[in-house]
């Protein structure tokens, strides 16, 4: 069976960017509150659910180290023994920022089970000018690994801002763009909202995740489903079903 047609059968959404397991990163902080997490995810629709953590440059707050590698590698069996009771396929992945890439291995980010890398696009915050160079550079990496990139959050980017070109230049390289959904509902701001929007109108967006943190801040997806199939119809339901991902063959969402 292929892929879309297994990710209807089991119907829900594909979430690939969650910080839902503990790692030492600023999501989830127990075992506890990350089964809690992924319970709201479960709730909320979700199927499959990426465990993302932060993998930040060495100048950042949250650098991928063997300590956090350690956290993650401990807490990650004890949470997905019991989420996958209730029937949600808790997998394995890391966040990488974009210059992170220039020294490691892109295989050592896989979302499991795909051939794909997820890669941040820098937050506003951090203040670079052209923050589009250095995800098409850490994107060309990936690509000349034979894997896809996975582009986080755009809709931050004070580039795309200015200009979708850098945007279109990704998909034409073969990245599928992923924003968080929670900013289609303007959680984020007027700004990321409107370059959100602008994005899905352009037909630039391949994927919709949640980027969820904490209960404040939720694994979820069915509120963005809502208010971006109200706007775009059915249609838009493959921004949510995991079907754009490249499964790896044998690692396929409801494959026995």
Same mark, same amino acid.
């Given at each position: 069976?292929?892929?879309?047609?297994?990710?209807?059968?089991?119907?829900?959404?594909?979430?690939?960017?969650?910080?839902?397991?503990?790692?030492?990163?600023?999501?989830?902080?127990?075992?506890?509150?990350?089964?809690?997490?992924?319970?709201?995810?479960?709730?909320?629709?979700?199927?499959?659910?990426?465990?993302?953590?932060?993998?930040?440059?060495?100048?950042?707050?949250?650098?991928?180290?063997?300590?956090?590698?350690?956290?993650?590698?401990?807490?990650?069996?004890?949470?997905?023994?019991?989420?996958?009771? +209730?029937?949600?396929?808790?997998?394995?992945? +890391?966040?990488?920022?974009?210059?992170?890439?220039?020294?490691?291995?892109?295989?050592?980010?896989?979302?499991?089970?795909?051939?794909?890398?997820?890669?941040?696009?820098?937050?506003?915050?951090?203040?670079?000018?052209?923050?589009?160079?250095?995800?098409?550079?850490?994107?060309?990496?990936?690509?000349?690994?034979?894997?896809?990139?996975?582009?986080?959050?755009?809709?931050?980017?004070?580039?795309?801002?200015?200009?979708?070109?850098?945007?279109?230049?990704?998909?034409?390289?073969?990245?599928?763009?992923?924003?968080?959904?929670?900013?289609?509902?303007?959680?984020?701001?007027?700004?990321?909202?409107?370059?959100?929007?602008?994005?899905?109108?352009?037909?630039?967006?391949?994927?919709?995740?949640?980027?969820?943190?904490?209960?404040?801040?939720?694994?979820?997806?069915?509120?963005?489903?809502?208010?971006?199939?109200?706007?775009?119809?059915?249609?838009?339901?493959?921004?949510?079903?995991?079907?754009?991902?490249?499964?790896?063959?044998?690692?396929?969402?409801?494959?026995?």
């Amino acid at each position: 069976m292929a892929v879309a047609e297994r990710l209807k059968v089991m119907g829900g959404f594909v979430d690939v960017h969650s910080h839902a397991v503990p790692s030492g990163d600023d999501g989830a902080r127990s075992v506890k509150e990350a089964i809690e997490l992924c319970r709201l995810a479960f709730e909320g629709g979700t199927v499959v659910l990426f465990a993302t953590p932060h993998a930040h440059a060495g100048w950042d707050h949250h650098p991928r180290t063997p300590e956090r590698e350690r956290v993650f590698a401990e807490t990650f069996p004890q949470v997905k023994q019991v989420v996958s009771e +209730w029937g949600l396929d808790l997998r394995r992945g +890391w966040e990488a920022f974009p210059t992170v890439l220039r020294d490691r291995d892109p295989h050592d980010f896989l979302l499991e089970g795909t051939r794909a890398v997820l890669v941040e696009f820098p937050g506003f915050w951090l203040n670079f000018h052209d923050d589009s160079e250095m995800v098409v550079e850490a994107a060309d990496r990936i690509l000349a690994a034979g894997l896809v990139p996975v582009i986080a959050h755009p809709e931050r980017s004070i580039a795309l801002r200015r200009s979708l070109d850098p945007a279109l230049s990704l998909v034409e390289r073969g990245c599928l763009l992923c924003p968080n959904g929670d900013s289609a509902l303007g959680d984020n701001g007027a700004q990321i909202e409107e370059t959100f929007w602008r994005l899905i109108d352009e037909g630039l967006v391949s994927l919709i995740a949640s980027d969820g943190h904490r209960p404040g801040r939720p694994p979820r997806l069915d509120a963005a489903h809502r208010a971006v199939v109200e706007r775009c119809g059915r249609e838009a339901e493959r921004l949510f079903d995991g079907s754009a991902l490249p499964w790896a063959a044998d690692r396929n969402p409801g494959s026995t």
